[in-house]
């Protein structure tokens, strides 16, 4: 059983109103009656009105992102370092091998040297297409070089453009999943209003263009709303076999596009597991959804010339383990509420076991520590133990992955979105909660369910799926703010299906004695053309100023230094610095790096904590050996770094450096006891500045080989460029 059933056979006139019978429809002599064919004719009307504006708000979503992002940065007139600088952090590092591809001889060679890369980590040789997801900007570069455009559209303008049209399949993707949920294309409408105008916390492409996120997240949405689909109930099975091949596609391009594809499906994975239990879902299409979860993650592993981080993931390990546990508890779903409540404790602890033992024994056996950071984070995050790791306390402290802000709730408020969500998800989950009830009651809880029924609705399984998604997504978004936008999209689609849904408004009527099936309708849109006006009136205003707001990108340091890098140093020059900046020097320049912003390997991360301790007390014979082991020619030290005031103290970097060094931290405040000063740094300060850097580094190596330091470097914010003002952005 998935639904809380409406059980009056003595009335039929309601059953009536909302399933017509089938007499109604055919004549003594089998013919359609011509109600029958206007309805036909109507819903293929509906469909076609329904499909054009999922079409058109999707096309005008991506041309509303491309406008902001040229407004933004004034991009088509800037020049092109400005470009790839604006790319900022791991987008141009990703970006860089986009740019290697087609500069490339010929496609063999740009893929020999992604295979073969030793110009990302210096003295180590290292294949690009088995670290980072970067199959995206191979396939771009490919259909670039061999599709007759190359006189008409610039390669970077084919690679944003094709992120913004991503962003129409996003839009489209969401549309369709409220529509099949609600029944109407209107709901659709106004989920995808919900995500233009909120754009803040729904979306980030127009100023982080390569992220991950942004590739694999379209795929995400088309892989809901197959998933929703699926999960009706009645599908033929050419239709079954069908959507299944969709939701295989998108999971596969999905979990292609971003690392942290593994953590996502986990958490859907975890979901479908939640509804199995309590008998919401079919239990054969749940199996086939863990078998497809599996099946595309090792189709990427393949990919990815065996990727250890994916073979360890705790997702394979959960599936493989849900399925064997089944195979073990016979008549899971069988019996009593005590005997069907100790049967699923036992089956919970079951799972979860053979997940930890599973993973384990493949981590053990493959000597895999590619995300040991990402669980040391976890454990500090919810106070399983302070740590002084320094990996763990990088994450800690960035924004966002800590806590999601307060003002996040008000600013979707403003556009009743978040008041609608609480609303629908409370009616969804009391709902749950009765229906979970019943189907571990079985048939001893009929009278209660018939006294009950009054004031139930039903809950079908593509609802129920959708229900448990958007809250196990928003824990995971309130927890961790970098993660929202899982959530906030969903969170659209979910509020507009419960806006335009009969039967919440059917419960909500039967609940005040006033339900017909006409007044559900009427409330019902109603409420959603006013909801539609209400977007419209307060923020199509802001819309038009945002788009008539003209802005230039202007970072003249950071455009001094890479043009310095290109003219004043050798290419084969090996460059040292924080691993935001690094990726840009490998993007606008080619240089060889020490270290990268790509955190998912641990040779790498203590690379980079190694390198770091140019910020850290240590006396500069020690920073020159570090560097010089790394094959450092040149370091760029940042004021950004040095004189840093983003951070509160100890949560600075060299704060940072100094806590896992077991150094007490500079500047007034408490320090751990535990903490001793720096032996070989006592009577000196810490290397406050770029320019005391490089001056005691140098002068502590006295004849021998010294390192050649950069140019002050410091990053300053962008300047307003208005209406009509003409120049260069170098101006």
């Known amino acids: 059983m998935t639904t809380v059933r409406q059980r009056r056979a003595g009335k039929g006139t ?8 089938e007499e109604k429809n055919v004549k003594p002599d089998g013919k359609i009656l011509s109600d029958h064919t206007g309805g036909k004719l109507w819903n293929i009307l509906s469909i076609s009105v329904g499909g054009i504006v999922a079409l058109s708000l999707g096309l005008l979503t991506s041309v509303y992102v491309a406008t902001l992002h040229e407004n933004d940065l004034w991009f088509s ?36 040297g992604l295979v073969y890369d030793n110009k990302t980590e210096s003295v180590r040789t290292i294949n690009i297409l088995e670290r980072m997801n970067v199959y995206q900007e191979v396939l771009l570069s490919i259909l670039y070089r061999i599709l007759p455009i190359q006189q008409y559209l610039e390669p970077v303008y084919f690679y944003i453009y094709t992120l913004f049209g991503l962003q129409a399949v996003y839009v489209i993707a969401l549309y369709v999943t409220s529509w099949l949920l609600s029944g109407t294309w209107l709901s659709g409408l106004l989920a995808a209003c919900w995500y233009i105008t909120n754009r803040t916390d729904t979306t980030r492409v127009e100023f982080t263009i390569p992220l991950r996120e942004n590739w694999a997240l379209p795929f995400f949405a088309v892989q809901i709303a197959a998933i929703t689909y699926l999960l009706r109930t009645h599908l033929q099975p050419v239709q079954e076999r069908l959507t299944l091949t969709a939701v295989f596609i998108a999971t596969f391009l999905f979990s292609l596009t971003w690392q942290f594809n593994q953590f996502m499906m986990l958490i859907q994975a ?21 078998i497809i979860q599996i099946s595309a993650l090792l189709l990427v592993c ?38 069907r409540l100790g049967k699923l404790i036992l089956h919970v602890l079951l799972v979860l076991c053979l997940t930890l033992l599973i993973n384990k024994f493949i981590k053990k056996s493959l000597n895999l520590e590619s995300d040991e950071h990402i669980f040391k984070f976890l454990k500090a995050k919810f106070g399983f133990g302070a740590t002084r790791d320094f990996d763990a306390n990088l994450y800690l402290c960035e924004e966002a992955f800590g806590l999601l802000p307060l003002n996040t709730f008000s600013r979707l408020s403003d556009t009743l979105l978040f008041y609608v969500y609480i609303f629908v998800l409370f009616l969804m989950t009391v709902a749950a909660v009765i229906v979970a009830f019943q189907n571990l009651s079985g048939s001893n809880q009929v009278q209660f369910m018939e006294k009950m029924e009054e004031y139930t609705i039903t809950l079908k399984p593509d609802a129920a799926y959708n229900l448990i998604h958007t809250v196990l ?35 909500i009527l039967k609940c005040i004695h006033l339900y017909t099936s006409q007044r559900t309708h009427v409330i019902k849109y109603s409420i959603l053309i006013i909801t539609l006006l209400y977007i ?130 500079d500047g007034l405040g408490e320090n751990e006891p535990d903490l ?34 950069c140019p002050r470097f410091q990053g300053l914010p962008a300047r307003a460029k208005h209406a009509g003002e003409g120049g260069s952005s170098g101006e």
């Open 14 to 21: 309601e059953a009536a109103e909302d399933q017509p019978s």
């Open 77 to 112: 007139n800037i020049k092109e370092v400005e470009r790839e600088i604006s790319f900022r952090t791991e987008c141009g590092l990703y970006y860089s091998y986009y740019k290697q591809m087609i500069q490339a001889a010929s496609i063999q060679q740009g893929l020999h």
């Open 270 to 290: 975890l979901a479908l597991f939640i509804l199995d239990c309590f008998d919401m879902l079919p239990t054969v299409k749940v199996t086939w959804l863990y």
């Open 302 to 339: 393949v990919l990815q010339f065996f990727n250890s981080m994916i073979l360890g993931s705790l997702l394979i390990s959960f599936n493989a383990s849900v399925l064997i546990a089944r195979t073990i508890q016979k008549n899971l779903k069988k019996g009593g509420l005590l005997n």
């Open 473 to 507: 997504f928003g824990c995971l978004a309130l927890s961790t703010m970098r993660m929202k936008y899982l959530w906030t999209s969903h969170m659209c689609v979910f509020a507009s299906f419960g806006l335009c849904s009969t039967e919440v408004w059917k419960l």
């Open 536 to 665: 419209s009136y307060k923020f199509w205003p802001g819309i038009m100023d945002e788009l008539s707001e003209l802005r230039e990108f202007y970072d003249p340091d950071t455009v001094e230094l890479m043009n310095w890098i290109k003219s004043s140093t050798p290419n084969t020059a090996v460059f040292a610095g924080s691993m935001q900046l690094l990726a840009g020097v490998k993007l606008c320049t080619g240089r060889t790096l020490t270290n990268h912003p790509h955190y998912e390997d641990k040779n790498l991360r203590e690379r980079t904590k190694q390198i770091y301790q140019i910020y850290a007390k240590r006396s500069p014979e020690d920073v020159y050996r570090i560097l010089r082991s790394f094959g450092t020619d040149y370091v760029i030290l940042e004021d950004s770094i040095c004189y840093e005031r983003r951070h509160s103290r100890g949560c600075r970097l060299r704060d940072l450096l100094d806590i896992a060094n077991g150094h007490i931290m």
């Open 676 to 709: 001793k000063p720096s032996l070989k740094c006592q009577g000196t300060k810490p290397l406050a500045s770029s320019e005391e850097s490089s001056t005691r580094i140098n002068t502590a190596l006295g004849e021998r080989e010294q390192l050649l330091l």
